[in-house]
């Protein structure tokens, strides 16, 4: 019991500080990618080095832009910067898409909003309980992580409804003859869809702790929090990614379908 | 005072129909009347519009022009929900969904909202109409021959208990003597159960022995429409002669 106790103590060992110096000597880790693509022709050695020098830039900018959002420590500045990350993330999730349009961007924009907003504030209010309300100590590395995986739900979900709809032409069209609705002629698609879309979290459900450290518990507990609190944290953080990786990418799966097609419930001829 | 007799409205009346595809005049003014009651043979070469002109038929697709009436009734009117149950379409190719047999035509009567209580018999009845062995009900329906597929097809979309058969190249995938087997087929579904059948068909010995009325579309356009024995026997049109001598 004393063991555990003890375990769960904050570790008051100072933070070990990184300088430049530090971060130069870790490029060195990137050089090794860098090499290993140059010698082997795999073609991805530009790639690496312009990934590393953009991973550079935007983290070092987000870093100050976090600085001055704590030191201002106004609410509307906070959901300016949860705003702009929801933004930046839908259209990363909408490019990301064969056929990207406008109408998609919507639905993904909304779905994104839905299901990654509710979650932070059912976490904030109800499970954390930040105080102030928009603590922007918690709510964006939270919303961080939420919109991210809401990204990639909703990315898959469009992706997958798509093929699945172009797979399925005949059989959505054998559907529609028999006088079936489109969400009938569509379930199957709309359900694989919204699978594919929940797999990976349902995976990292699965693993977490055993495969891997999650990097927000990696990250507390080299700034000196206890392990517990560590695990505390990412079990709110899986739970609650999990529920907006499946609300995201069920709205989306649902919204999606309905532009496949026609009021006269045909299934477009451009579908898929 | 004399009463005249009813006038029955063509099953379906198309006036001034006009379909493009990706900028391709696929069906051109067309005007036409098909008879309630009848088999018709949509008859032409590939590419003349047969398909294109059977999916406007139940709204898989719509115009782009002119109107299109089922039994008097502009089809832009009617639920399409309804047009749907009441003018079934059998595809060239056979979809079977998951399940056997039996599931895929369950999956129809439940669309079709018909009662718990007559699903049972409604299969049963619907395998003997598309003359589908009863033994097969529980197989799993993509172990079917092609031939059992499209009889599967048939079966499923009589389970709606349409009044009227879009069938687009059902006999298409079929060796010769199937193909009879299931012209037959069709021919009793119209004269024993009073089911209109429109059929698009490259098979001209088919259209012979199962028709009674025959259209013949070339380029998007009616090139001639009549009862068969006339249009196939008397007909002077060049273009449907030509057509008649190159497949017949």
Partial sequence: MSALLQAGQVDARPIIELSWLDLTLAAGLILIAFGLSRWRGVGLGRDVVVGAIRSVVQLVLVGYVLVYIFAIDRWYLVVAALLLMLVVATKTAVDRQDKPNRELLGIVGVAMLIGSGLTLIYVGAAVVRTDPWYDPRYLIPLFGMIVGNAMNAAALAAERLAGEVAARRAEIEAYLALGASPVRAAQDAVRKAIRASMIPMVNSLMVVGIVALPGMMTGQIIAGASPLTAVRYQIVVMFMLMAAVAVTGTLVALWYRKTFFTPAEQLRYEAG | ?248
């Fill in chain 2, 1 to 248: 005072m004399s009463i005249s007799p009813p006038v029955t409205p063509p099953a379906f009346a198309l006036h001034g129909v006009r379909l493009e595809r990706a900028g391709v005049r696929v069906l051109d003014d067309v005007s036409l009347d098909i008879p309630d009651g009848q088999v018709t043979a949509l008859i032409g070469p590939s590419g003349a519009g047969k398909s294109s002109l059977l999916r406007l038929l139940n709204r898989l697709d719509d115009p782009d022009a002119g109107e299109i009436r089922c039994r008097g009734r502009p089809v832009v009117d009617m639920p399409v929900r309804q047009l749907r149950r009441q003018a079934g379409f059998v595809f060239q190719t056979p979809v079977m969904f998951p399940g056997t047999v039996r599931e895929n035509l369950e999956v129809a009567a439940n669309i079709g909202d018909l009662p718990a209580a007559e699903v049972s018999n409604r299969v049963v009845e619907s395998m003997g109409l598309a003359e589908l062995d009863t033994a097969l009900a529980d197989r799993a329906a993509d172990r079917l021959s092609v031939g059992e597929k499209q009889r599967a097809n048939i079966a499923r979309a009589l389970m709606t208990g349409p009044e009227i058969l879009l069938m687009d190249e059902p006999t298409a995938s079929l060796d010769p003597e199937t193909a009879e087997r299931l012209g037959r087929t069709i021919r009793h579904l119209s004269t024993a159960c009073g089911v209109t059948i429109v059929l698009a068909t490259h098979r001209l010995k088919e259209a012979k022995a199962v028709c009674t009325f025959v259209v013949m579309l070339d380029g998007g356009h009616v090139v001639e429409a009549g009862p068969a024995s006339a249009l196939f026997e008397e007909s002077a049109h060049p273009r449907l002669r030509a057509f008649l001598e190159r497949v017949g």
